[in-house]
């Protein structure tokens, strides 16, 4: 998640001085801004810098990531013509700078940290293409989806060969592992997750399949989608902190590995609050493996870094494992 971004002083400075594309575009300032947070706190993986838009501004699509907002498209999507903006990425040519970020930091990361790879999932980049940035309700994607199936089909299939290209690529150059993000996808009801969402995740697995990578999902909201979510294939299902992680995981089944849950607001809160919700997080797993902990979304701006110290802190005394080096998993 926006993890870096958010809080350390040392991402504002440089922030101050370069906008966010602009640091995704020089792999000295992004490989930098990827180990911060993993310095600063020892974390056991790094997220590459980037946004999940990059992709799309690598092939051309016209927008901006605006500060407080989000991504901003220039020319949303609303017909067939609009396609044309969604060509095929080359990767080694539409966003070099990314794959050079990711051997940097894999060079420089030591082996027992992983390195994550990451691409927004196709409805969540839908809705920021639809609605032209964020939205309140999703109305126009839900709208287009509904009204011109055709139309959504081309858009989704479009996107996931971008995604796949743009993951299989990203391991290629250093990742050891790669997030799918579907931020958004909680606004759907079963049956449309199903129809117009789920044969897209699918495709995705399975077009790199081959490359034998981890593959994590995450989306907020997920609670009512959990089965669906686990027979798309992937490895590791995030979930966010609307659920109780113990609940999730027995519906999703143990055989596949669960990434969460502690509600990013609770490091705003008191030590004592992080302390219980982040016990009872690990109480959850009853012992079982499979469980990497995370926030259940992205950091709050201005969350205390004391808080993250204390909770990282916990975590280490609490047992929490570190992550196998890449060459012995
Ligand atoms: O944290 C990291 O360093 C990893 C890099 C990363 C970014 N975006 C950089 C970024 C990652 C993994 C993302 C993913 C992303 N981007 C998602 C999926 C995960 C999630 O949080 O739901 C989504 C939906 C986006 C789109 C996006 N980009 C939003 C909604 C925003 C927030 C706008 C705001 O300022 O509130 C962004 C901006 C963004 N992308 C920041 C960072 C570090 C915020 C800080 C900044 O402007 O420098």
Redesign the pocket.
């Known amino acids: ?6 809080v350390l002083p040392e ?2 400075e440089i ?1 101050k001085k370069f ?2 594309l602009s ?2 575009r020089n792999s000295d300032l992004a490989a930098e ?2 180990l911060q ?1 993993v310095n600063k706190f020892d974390l056991d993986a790094a ?7 990059t992709p799309l501004h690598g092939i051309g699509v016209e927008l901006d ?7 901003v498209i220039a020319n949303p999507v609303n017909s067939y013509v609009d396609l044309n903006i969604l060509r095929e990425i080359e990767p080694n040519e539409d966003v070099p700078y990314i794959l050079d970020s990711l051997s940097r930091v894999r060079e420089s990361l030591p082996s027992n940290k992983a390195l994550i790879g ?1 691409a ?1 999932a196709p409805f ?1 980049l839908a809705t ?1 293409l639809i609605e032209g940035g ?1 939205s309140r309700n999703y109305s126009k994607t839900k709208s287009l989806m509904y009204s011109d199936p055709k139309l959504w089909h081309e858009l989704m299939i479009r996107l996931s060969r971008i995604i796949a290209s743009y993951l299989r690529s990203q391991v290629t150059a250093g990742a050891d592992i790669v ?1 799918i ?1 579907d ?2 996808v909680g606004w759907l009801s079963p049956s449309d997750y199903s129809k117009y969402v789920k044969p897209y995740i699918e495709k995705i697995i399975q077009d790199i399949s081959d490359i034998d990578t981890p593959v994590i999902y ?1 989306g ?1 909201g997920t609670s009512t989608l959990l089965r669906l979510i686990k027979d798309t294939g992937v490895d590791v299902v995030g979930v966010d902190w609307r659920i109780p992680l113990d609940e999730a995981w027995a519906t999703l089944g143990y055989d596949v590995a669960v990434q969460g849950n502690l509600d990013p607001a609770a490091l705003l809160g008191p030590f004592s609050v992080i302390e219980s919700k982040t016990k009872s997080i690990i109480e959850c797993t009853n012992g079982r493996p499979g469980h990497i902990f995370n926030l259940g ?3 709050i ?1 201005n969350t205390p870094l004391e808080s993250i110290e204390f909770l990282v802190d916990l975590l280490r005394q609490s047992g929490a494992k570190s992550m196998q080096p890449t060459s012995q998993r």
């Open positions: 998640m926006r993890q870096a971004g958010r991402y504002r922030r906008d966010l640091i995704t801004v990827t947070p997220i590459i810098f980037a946004d999940i838009v990531i605006v500060e407080g907002v989000g991504p990451f927004g969540t920021y964020p997030q993000f931020s958004w995450f907020t979304h992205g950091f701006p």
